[in-house]
């Protein structure tokens, strides 16, 4: 089945411990990216990849690492995670650059106390 | 102003009637456009791609206003099953079609 496995589904962290939420694809997609979802604000995109090493920044960057070094796999990375980064977190990946849509993972809501 | 907005309701509807939401965009170099539904806190889900011709879907049709910036979705014969959230979708053609940029929703709830 083609989809976007995201993992874990929910986490409940602490201020400043690093964690990695990881995306993970199988339709051979060059397009990965990442969104926060909040009330009132809708989705917002964090990074976005294009291919294998290739990365660039979206609306809401700060706080957040990525990397793309094999093609399926997409993870997050939040360094020093802070209560502000509490949000509904989506990957989702494209072929045809991205002319066809999006198909997204079914997410990560992550609570930082 | 927002990039993309959309009203967002919620549009209480009964079953069987026609409804119809708009959605306009900022960025005339905006080349893509999208309908996606979102269930209460689930993943987005593409429903449709946006044409210029204008492009339907069984009991969905969009269509897209480029002199005035705006593309619409209208659903026919409304079921209890398309309560949602809509989601407006905006994107440039240049650097690939990979920065979507997103409204905030219009909610739908369809009743008995």
């Known amino acids: 089945e083609a989809q976007v496995t995201q993992n874990p589904r929910y986490l409940i962290t602490v201020t400043g411990k690093k964690l990695t939420v990881t995306c993970s694809q199988n339709m051979n997609h060059e397009y990965m990216s990442w969104y926060r979802q909040d009330p009132g604000l809708g989705l917002r995109q964090i990074y976005y990849?294009?291919?294998?090493?290739?990365?660039d920044k979206g609306d809401v960057p700060e706080g957040y690492k990525v990397s793309r070094k094999e093609k399926r796999n997409f993870p997050l990375i939040l360094e020093s995670p802070s209560p502000n980064q509490t949000s509904l977190y989506f990957c989702a990946s494209s072929g045809h650059r991205g002319l066809y849509g999006y198909t997204f993972g079914s997410g990560t809501r992550l609570t930082v106390v | 102003r927002k990039e993309v907005e959309q009203d967002p309701g919620p549009f209480n509807v009964p079953e069987g009637a026609t409804v119809a939401f708009n959605c306009t965009y900022s960025n005339s170099a905006s080349q893509s456009f999208f309908w996606y539904r979102q269930d209460c806190r689930k993943e987005p889900k593409l429903l449709m791609s946006?044409?210029?011709s204008g492009n339907e879907d069984g009991r969905f049709t969009a269509q897209l206003n480029r002199a005035s910036q705006y593309i619409s979705l209208l659903i026919r014969d409304s079921k209890l099953s398309d309560s949602a959230t809509y989601l407006c979708?905006?994107?440039?053609?240049?650097?690939?079609?990979?920065?979507?940029?997103f409204g905030t929703g219009t909610q739908l709830k369809v009743e008995l």
């Open positions: 946006v044409y210029s």
């Open positions: 979708v905006a994107a440039p053609l240049t650097g690939g079609g990979n920065k979507l940029t």
């Open positions: 990849s294009m291919n294998v090493e290739v990365t």
